[in-house]
């Protein structure tokens, strides 16, 4: 037998269909990107079981002839390209010609598609690649494609897919991104029978309320520029930020795209507006002539390349700067925290002295730190408004404002834990949310109570928090379960110690931020209460000692 062979065209099929349809998003992108390219005004999507059982895109766009259906089935078959020049000024969103016949290699497959102008329709049933009937039908203008039992032939493939809920929320980012630039389309999306979302063509910034709440919204500047390529979108106020970059979204010609360029291009346009490990809610929208990029540099079209990354760089970063530091969009006033404890008046030149009691167990870092808990200490003063620096009898003794409250307030969060301690609010919190957001909070509000949140439905993708844990402010507290939102879609048990984290150390004091000499005093008081007074819960120190005898050697007074 010899080492090589050719592959029959079944296997072939099937190794083929894998590199277009991964998972039922994938067929989900495929369908809806062949509805628009059709024309169409209206696009529906019904899903059951997360796609595994049955994906059904309805659209009203131009539809086929009965020859067309078939040759659609047929692979490297397209309307869309016509010569090799062609290859190089793609502006539709699927041409390849694989899509069809790769999903019908790997599934049940049902096409009914009419034109206007043709009295019936063509309804072609095929499974696993094969036509097995063509019919003619009574149908409304455009298509609907059925897909049914998907990798039902491949159940190697099938069985790496995961649960209902998580496929399902991948076909809903796909769904979500299309309706976001592509506002003008009608989308609906039902998933198990249940009206997901309905949208009618609206403004952007009508639909962004629409799917990610009124409140993101709202803080969204527009911004356009039209030369030898057009920009338009949004982008948020930089005080709307999140912690990944879930909402950065980048489309080129039509398409959803990832892009290296454009994010740099983006975070060096927000600068020094924006926090530190924080993202910019962002939606860019490019348009620019297809012989200028390069959109086969991925199976799937998701990544782009740009002949000039430098000049679509400068223009994106200097379209945003300008946009955001325009007069009517930098804040009149910062918000001051709910928090700030009460200024308290010291007599100049009194020691400060801590008296603790000795705890029964000592916890340290490291042989240098001392047992400071029994020690007199005075406090000198901050250092760059972040650290407190005391004098003790044995040398200095430096505190890292933030890492210590972080402690603090750690330590206070578990014991109210502990004790199911829960701060009912007299004026609820009212979140308005995306859907995936929405649906993975009211999954786990029983688990959440157990950390201190009453959460409750409020319908259409919003919730209402009735009770937050003592140790936040409601803007804390509102922070706090955005951020939640982002752990992933794991159960909230399964990150206990991350969420622990999150929640108590919001709130905490930040660097940079000037405290008076009570509260210095305070929080030095409470990190030496604290059970392990050392570390902060990320694991960093909160204190570091200088020996008078390593001042003496630094000084050249000792050897």
């Known amino acids: 037998m010899p080492d090589i062979r050719v592959l029959p065209p079944k296997i072939v099929e099937k190794i083929a269909a894998g590199e277009v349809v991964e998972r039922p998003a994938s067929v989900v992108k495929e369908l809806v990107e062949n509805s628009i390219d059709a024309g169409a005004s209206k696009i529906a999507i019904y899903i059951d079981g997360g796609g595994i059982k049955r994906i059904r895109v309805v659209d009203n766009g131009c539809g086929m002839s009965e020859e067309d259906a078939v040759l659609a089935l047929k692979r490297h078959a397209t309307s869309k390209i016509k010569s090799e020049e062609d290859l190089n000024k793609i502006s539709t969103l699927g041409f390849r010609g694989e899509a069809l016949p790769s999903i019908a290699a790997v599934s049940k497959l049902t096409i009914i598609t009419k034109r206007k102008e043709d009295l019936v329709g063509t309804k072609i049933y095929a499974e696993g690649g094969e036509i097995k009937s063509i019919t003619s039908i009574g149908a409304p203008a455009g298509t609907s494609v059925l897909v049914e039992e998907l990798f039902y032939n491949t159940p190697a493939r099938r069985k790496f897919l995961k649960g209902e809920r998580s496929e399902f929320f991948q076909i809903y980012s796909i769904v979500e991104k299309y309706a976001i630039i592509y506002e003008r389309i009608h989308f609906k999306l039902v998933h198990n029978g249940k009206e997901v979302f309905n949208l009618p063509p609206s403004e952007l910034k009508a639909r962004i309320a629409k799917l990610w709440g009124?409140?993101?919204?709202?803080?969204?500047?527009?911004?356009?520029?039209?030369?030898?390529?057009k920009i338009q979108g949004l982008i948020a106020k930089p005080y709307q930020v999140r912690k990944d970059k879930s909402k950065l979204l980048i489309f080129v010609n039509g398409r959803y795209v990832k892009s290296k360029t454009i994010e740099d291009a983006v975070l060096e346009g927000y600068g020094t507006l924006l926090f530190r490990d924080s993202y910019p809610i962002a939606i860019l929208k490019i348009q620019i002539e297809p012989e200028e990029i390069d959109v086969n540099v991925h199976p799937a079209k998701l990544f782009v390349k740009f002949k000039d990354e430098k000049r679509v760089k400068k223009e994106i970063a200097n379209l945003i700067w300008n946009s955001l530091t325009k007069e009517e969009n930098i804040p009149s006033k910062i918000m001051a925290r709910e928090e700030k404890i009460e200024e308290f008046k010291i007599e100049r030149g009194k020691q400060m002295v801590f008296d603790v009691e000795e705890p029964s167990k000592m916890r340290k870092i490291e042989d240098f730190i001392p047992a400071m808990r029994t020690m007199p200490m005075e406090i000198l003063g901050q250092v760059d408004d972040t650290y407190i620096i005391l004098k003790s009898p044995e040398g200095l003794v430096i505190v890292d404002q933030h890492a210590a409250h972080e402690r603090i307030r750690y330590e206070r969060f578990l014991k109210d834990m502990k004790d199911k301690n829960i701060q009912e609010l007299l004026e609820p919190i009212v979140l308005n949310l995306d859907y995936k957001e929405y649906k993975f909070l009211?999954?786990?509000?029983?688990?959440?109570?157990?950390?201190?949140?009453?959460?409750?439905?409020f319908g259409t993708n919003s919730i209402v928090v009735r009770g937050i844990p003592p140790i936040l402010t409601k803007k804390d507290a509102e922070d706090a379960i955005r951020e939640i939102t982002q752990l992933g879609t794991k159960s909230i048990d399964e990150k206990r110690d991350e969420l622990i984290k999150l929640i108590s150390c919001k709130g905490a004091i930040k660097a940079h931020q000037k405290l008076s000499q009570f509260e210095m005093e305070k929080l030095v008081l409470e990190l030496l209460k604290c059970e392990n007074p050392y570390t902060c819960p990320h694991g960093r120190p909160t204190m570091i000692k200088i020996k008078n005898e390593d001042l003496e050697k630094m000084f050249k007074r000792k050897e």
């Open 214 to 229: 009124k409140e993101i919204a709202d803080a969204m500047v527009e911004i356009k520029k039209k030369n030898k390529m």
């Open 442 to 457: 009211l999954e786990q509000k029983n688990e959440l109570r157990n950390y201190g949140f009453i959460i409750e439905d």
